[in-house]
Nanobody
């Protein structure tokens, strides 16, 4: 059973930073593709960033590229999302996700396991 536990969310002022973490347990970590998605109130879940098993990275270019950085630590079974220059429109529940196939994808149906989410609130 694969389990994902996110942490690091909270309340921050616009322009501030947060670092989200997601610890993955249950199976070997290094072959996984990993991603962050987010869901704002009343909106569909949307892609933020992903990293494949070899370290290749994709971002949602329109909203977060240049401000957010995804990374992974295979020794710690953890994927991170460093978020800088936060804006009120970044307010959402952030979810990490695991792809057993190892790819980095922007499509939520490519992911097999999901965390429970961590709330990020950015005040203006």
């Amino acid at each position: 059973q694969v389990q994902l536990v996110e942490s690091g969310g909270g309340l921050v002022q616009a322009g501030g930073s947060l670092r989200l973490s997601c610890v993955v347990s249950g199976r070997a970590f290094s072959p996984y593709g990993l991603a962050w998605f987010r869901q704002a109130p009343g909106k569909e879940r949307e892609f933020v960033a992903a990293i494949n098993k070899n370290g290749g990275i994709i971002y949602d270019a329109n909203s977060v590229k240049g401000r957010f950085t995804i990374s992974r630590d295979n020794a710690e079974n953890t994927v991170y999302l460093q978020m800088n220059s936060l804006k009120p429109e970044d307010t959402a529940v952030y979810y990490c996700a695991v792809s057993s196939g190892g790819a980095a994808s922007s499509k939520n149906f490519d992911y097999d396991y999901w965390g429970q989410g961590t709330q990020v609130t950015v005040s203006s």
